[in-house]
């Protein structure tokens, strides 16, 4: 759940001060985002294809949201001449 990693959700709400996250419990119950977790589907499991198959898509699960923010942005961004893209803004992968 974003930069520190831990086995499960419920250890964000653990009592051990190495796992504890104060941020994390402050936010909400462990309960309300196990209920999100839980109840929350942007797409239908079923159809979801295997990883053995040639149309597997790893972010199936939320892709219809991806899509709709893709499109929306789409509409919504219309760059005028004050805009600098330079090296810094892309990722190094040397």
């Known amino acids: 759940m974003g930069i520190k990693r831990l086995p499960s959700y419920r250890d964000f709400w653990s009592t051990n001060e190495i796992l504890h996250d104060a941020f994390v419990s402050g936010l909400m119950p462990v309960r309300k ?3 999100i ?6 797409n239908d499991n079923n159809l979801m294809p295997k ?15 991806l899509d709709h923010l ?15 893209i330079d090296e810094s803004m892309i990722k190094f992968k040397g």
């Open 33 to 35: 985002l196990l209920w």
């Open 37 to 42: 977790l839980g109840n929350i589907h942007l």
């Open 51 to 65: 990883k053995s198959e040639k149309n597997f898509d790893k972010l199936y699960k939320v892709r219809p949201f």
């Open 70 to 84: 893709s499109e929306m942005f789409f509409k919504v961004f219309k760059p005028g001449h004050k805009q600098a």
